[in-house]
């Protein structure tokens, strides 16, 4: 399924149906000055002219982006905008990812936005300690967690001491009882959370002991998304970047991986399985056929252009193609290829080209589109899928 989504829209609806939309994907909070603000704005306000925008939605743009959205700096916002009214404003906790975009047209822009969605993985981060612990279901790149909950321990000695006599074994095993017992109640929350919620990773920092017993009682599917971060990010005085470069490194190594489980099942069986090159994509995404599309973000700078059609198949190479959905509005190819990967519950993955600090991004152009499709490539051309043998079925006369 597509991952875009935007809190009380309807992404399916907004696609199909052709509109005059203004979309703009700009810098957020950037840690300026009041009056760096108010010169941005002006900047920013030739630039919507220039593009087109009207001055209703010009209006609403300017209105909205100086807002405190509690976003950190650097950030960006994408705004969408139609007769005057903000449709949708979206922050992300991250710096613009390619260039500044303002369009006016049929159907909005959301490459920035997909882009920004295929980095905000959900996570849930649980800080744990003999008394109990703090739950945060998080969405990288926001700026507040849509989900937090602390789990109470027993109020019982949690701490162990050494009280002499007959009675230490006792006090002792009593201890860990309440420290099982408040673990366990951990286990049951984080357990719950990931059954309802599903994030794509589930971190464990906290007091070393509490950790070990918490993941004792974790259920086994719940345990597959554990990264286990050796830090008490509980402990007076301690901060959290061991858990944030945790959470960087696993994430990025989890997106590399997605990337290569694509392109390595697209290319299974001869290629059957996958589709690349424009020309292919766009057949497999006329007949809905593209389970993942997988995209070089360097796209978003080609100037080459697709058809974006009002009704199925959605996106066409050229009018002779478009069926029966109208002649089309051309729009950058980019676009047009996402648009229809959302509309037909497609997953889409961005190839970011980022460079390390200080080096110079290369020149290359963009790679072609490449797609996992959802049945075998031979359909596109009109052949039927190769039948399996099924030996267990015997055969018939």
Do not use: C
Request: hydrophobic letters at 40%.
């Amino acid at each position: 399924m597509s991952s875009v989504e935007v809190s009380g829209l309807d992404m399916h609806e907004v696609l199909a149906e052709p509109g005059a939309w203004t979309t703009v994907y700009t810098d957020g909070p950037q840690g300026e000055p009041p009056g760096a603000v108010e010169s941005r704005m002006r900047s920013l306000k030739d630039r919507l002219r220039d593009a087109g925008v009207p001055d209703d939605d010009a209006d609403a743009v300017l209105a909205a982006l100086p807002d405190d959205t509690g976003l950190p700096a650097p950030s960006a916002r994408w705004l969408l905008v139609r007769a005057g009214d903000i449709v949708a404003d979206e922050g992300f906790s991250s710096a613009r990812r390619g260039l500044e975009r303002i369009t006016h047209g049929s159907f909005p822009d959301i490459v920035p936005l997909v882009r920004h969605r295929g980095a905000q993985r959900r996570i849930l981060v649980v800080e744990t300690g003999r008394d109990g612990a703090e739950l945060s279901l998080e969405r990288l790149g926001r700026a507040e967690p849509e989900h937090t909950e602390q789990v109470e321990g027993d109020q019982q000695p949690i701490t162990k001491v050494n009280p002499g006599g007959w009675s230490q074994a006792r006090f002792q095993r009593s201890v860990e009882e309440v420290w099982q017992h408040t673990q366990s109640d951990v286990a049951d929350a984080v357990d719950r959370i990931v059954r309802e919620r599903q994030p794509d990773h589930v971190f464990v920092t906290g007091d070393a002991q509490a950790r070990g017993l918490l993941l004792e009682n974790i259920e086994g599917g719940t345990l597959d998304l554990v990264v286990e971060v050796d830090a008490d990010t509980r402990a007076d005085g301690a901060d959290d970047q061991s858990l944030r470069d945790a959470i960087d490194e696993t994430v990025s190594i989890a997106h590399d991986d997605a990337i290569s489980a694509v392109r390595d099942r697209a290319a299974e069986q001869d290629a059957r399985n996958g589709a690349s090159g424009l020309a292919d994509v766009v057949g497999a995404l006329q007949q809905a056929q593209v389970q993942t599309l997988l995209l070089d973000e360097r796209m978003a700078d080609d100037e080459d252009t697709l058809l974006a059609l009002s009704a199925t198949p959605w996106v066409a190479l050229t009018a002779a193609d478009a069926f029966d959905a109208g002649p089309g509005t051309p729009v950058p190819a980019v676009e047009a290829l996402v648009r229809a990967a959302v509309l037909t519950d497609a997953e889409v993955l961005f190839v970011e080209d980022e460079p390390d600090d200080g080096e110079p991004r290369s020149d290359r152009g963009p790679q072609p589109p490449r797609a996992v499709l959802r049945w075998p490539a031979a359909s596109i051309t009109g052949d039927a899928p190769a039948q399996e043998n099924d030996d267990t079925t015997g055969s018939t006369s």
